[in-house]
């Protein structure tokens, strides 16, 4: 059995789809280089990061695009969740991104999260299987009892250049949980010398990775809609890139997207992006160059672009 199914690529290209996706959690080094009990404390939001959540869902509805937001369960615990409400009215769908921010590659219970490790007995006699079967399962029940809505997909806390090709078991899970597609993919490319302005070959390799990492097919009929490079932890967190270069990334990337008729998914996080961008370039960016493209791209959610990569299914004659 092969890893995937491949749509071939269209003869001429068609419109593209863009996606702005934003993580809901907290992330280590931010908003202080030094500052790691993020780890064990993923969906403790911040005031700041909350509020930058919500003024870009307001940007982007008053621009008429839309951003894909993936919410980590701890966050529900928190006491005031009308924010999240209010992007969820604005029209922008909210997905499951677990509960704790887990490992959904892991192979051993301790591996799962850093609050696990610290808190051993939350996971006592359980598998990492059930652990993070668990985490997805209780983030979507945080979310009806919460927010009053089902997730809008699932995006895995991390990526991997291998995505699900070979993990079967992790498919079907996420299909039992009633899960039509998946974000995993995260591709290999180059990142070039930290602290150091990326270079054209830096540059060319990101666009050539986010041309070649398209939205597939899994055997079990689970749809990967794969985040698009670069992301703001690897530009930022990572290697220190300045914004400016962050934003010729994208501009390159998205340029490069429309005129072929593909797929791009910006994967960023406001705990990141309002130290970062705090005028929110980056969302305004990828909106302009939408917008200019005309009727050659859109800008829709990930369940847009994995209704998109199904295959056709002839319709039953009555």
Not at 32 to 50: C, F, H
Not at 130 to 138: D, G, P, S, Y
Request: charged content about 20%.
């Amino acid at each position: 059995m092969t890893a995937r199914s491949l749509r071939a690529a269209p003869a001429t290209p068609q419109r593209a789809q863009i996606a702005i996706t934003l993580d809901l959690e907290m992330s280590r080094h931010y908003p202080v280089r030094g500052m790691t009990e993020w780890d064990y404390q993923k969906g403790n939001l911040n005031e700041p990061t909350k509020q930058y959540a919500l003024d870009a869902a307001r940007i982007a509805k008053e621009r008429g695009a839309l951003i894909h937001y993936f919410c980590v369960g701890r966050v529900l615990e928190q006491d005031n969740v009308d924010w999240l409400k209010e992007i969820h009215e604005l029209g922008h769908p909210i997905g499951n991104h677990t509960y704790d921010h887990v490992n959904v590659w892991a192979t051993e219970p301790a591996q799962t999260q850093f609050r696990f490790q610290r808190s051993p007995w939350l996971i006592r006699g359980m598998s990492a299987a059930e652990i993070i079967q668990q985490n997805i399962r209780t983030t979507t029940m945080a979310m009806r009892d919460r927010l009053g809505f089902d997730p809008a997909g699932f995006r895995t806390p991390g990526g991997s250049y291998l995505a699900l090709d070979d993990r079967e078991d992790l498919q079907q899970m996420l299909r039992n949980e009633g899960f039509s597609w998946v974000s995993s993919k995260y591709p290999q490319h180059e990142y070039g010398t930290a602290m150091q302005p990326p270079t054209e070959a830096v540059h060319d390799s990101i666009v050539s990775a986010s041309l070649a990492t398209q939205p597939y097919v899994y055997p079990t009929g689970l749809v990967e809609v794969p985040m698009s490079p670069i992301s703001d932890v690897g530009a930022f967190r990572t290697n220190y890139w300045k914004l400016d270069d962050f934003l010729e990334s994208v501009r390159r990337c998205v340029s490069a997207t429309i005129d072929r008729g593909l797929v791009f998914d910006m994967l960023m996080h406001p705990s990141i992006m309002y130290v970062e961008d705090p005028n929110f370039e980056a969302v305004k960016l990828v909106y302009d160059l939408v917008n200019d493209a005309g009727d050659r791209a859109e800008i829709v959610g990930l369940g847009t672009i994995a209704a998109a990569a199904q295959p056709s299914t002839p319709a039953t004659p009555k």
